[in-house]
């Protein structure tokens, strides 16, 4: 069959292509997606951002939601920034990267610099990513909210929970959206820097939606993948929810066990028709040059080993730039065999962020694969 032929191969060595930025993976193919990158360096307003995360609106229609947000003016391509924000999100009207259209929210001016949503309760902030979907009920965005702590300059911030904004109104301009923000109970950071989050991305399959989480020791590092569903009408009803636990379903959000690790703060479950799998994208343990992937028949697993699908080119000789953030865009794609990959690089050289305006926005990437012969 298709799918056990290719959750074979997703377990076979990779041949990697050697200097000229791309990977061939039996039975994927990589490429980049400069089409893609353009529509996000406009000259002037949102001229740069991370996150990048993206869901369906509506026929045509794709949100994209970002984390910390540059404003300004690109001259001489070099860098003005006049604010920073802690999120922002843009409207694409059109799939059509050629021809699509970017709206950013919010529209920042010299006398108005905010961020497009902040916590109801004024402390912290939000930073925009994947975990997001819309249904009949409405538009839904899981934003996890952050606070500044002690540490050193850049990463002296600490998750403190995870809050689901549902937006009633969702074909409106954003301007006009109506969120109600309900705080998710599903949470828990402890003082030695472990801590468990739901919210990270989102499916939906069938009358269910699935919302993966995280579970993250700050010690080593290591992030592993949880799993909770819900009945799709019923996502805002928490004490409905339940978690995959040992291959059976609890009310215990506490015994969710560990699907699969070395993931990403952010990451993607996409379903590709093509190769009948669930795909699994994310940048190795968060801060990488690899991009890695993994296939699942079932949204709740059992995935295959990780594979590394692309090495980012502006990691590696200098290290004063990171890339991560990668994720997929199903709903960026033209074909049901290809799924559109996107990621961030950034930098801690503050000259860099100015000089190059090709750091710190979305690049991407297209995964074609080549669907195995049935025997």
């Known amino acids: 069959m298709i799918a056990t032929l290719f959750a074979s191969q997703c377990r076979e060595s990779a ?7 791309r990977l061939t993976v039996s039975p994927w193919e990589v490429k980049d997606q400069h089409f893609y990158e353009h529509m ?35 001259v001489h391509e070099r860098r003005l920034i006049q604010s920073m924000v802690n999120n922002s999100i843009a409207i694409q009207s059109g ?9 950013f929210f919010p529209v920042v001016t010299i006398n108005h610099s905010k961020a497009f949503v902040t916590p109801k309760h004024g402390k912290g902030w939000f930073w925009l990513s994947q975990g997001a979907i819309r249904n009949r009920r409405g538009l839904f965005l899981f934003m996890p909210k952050f606070e500044g702590t002690s540490g050193s300059n850049g990463w002296n911030f600490q998750m403190t929970g995870m809050v689901l904004g549902k937006v009633s109104n ?3 301009n954003p301007s006009h959206w109506m969120m109600k923000q309900t705080t998710v109970p599903f949470f828990r950071s402890d003082a030695s820097g472990k801590g468990l989050s739901f919210g990270v991305s989102v499916i939906q399959v069938g009358s269910s939606t699935y919302i993966y989480g995280l579970d993250y020791e700050k010690k080593s590092g290591r992030r592993c993948l949880l799993l909770a569903r819900i009945r799709s009408e019923n996502l805002g009803n928490f004490s ?5 636990c040992d291959g059976y379903w609890s009310p215990n959000f506490m015994k969710a066990s560990p699907l699969c690790d070395h993931l990403g703060a952010e990451c993607s479950v996409s379903w590709l028709a093509s190769i009948s799998r669930y795909v699994l994208i ?9 991009i890695i992937m993994r296939c699942a028949p079932s949204p709740s697993g059992p995935w295959s080993d990780a ?12 290290r004063d730039t990171f890339c991560y953030a990668a994720k997929a865009h199903p709903e960026l794609s033209q074909r049901d065999d290809e799924l559109i990959i996107s990621y961030v690089c950034n930098t801690t050289d503050p000259g860099l962020l100015v000089s190059d305006p090709g750091i710190y926005v979305p690049k991407f990437i297209r995964v074609k694969f080549r669907s195995p012969s049935i025997h």
């Open 240 to 244: 409905s929810w339940e978690f995959l």
């Open 282 to 290: 994310c940048t190795e343990n968060g801060l990488s040059d690899k």
């Open 307 to 318: 594979k590394t699908v692309y090495r980012t080119p502006k990691s590696g000789p200098r």
């Open 40 to 74: 996000f360096h406009p000259d002037k307003g949102w001229i740069g951002g991370d996150g990048a995360g993206s869901v369906l609106l509506s026929q045509g229609r794709i949100l994209w939601l970002f984390g910390d947000s540059l404003y300004g003016r690109i």
């Open 95 to 103: 799939l059509n990267p050629q021809d699509a259209q970017l709206s």
């Open 170 to 172: 969702p074909d409106a």
């Open 15 to 21: 041949a990697q292509s050697r200097n000229d930025n």
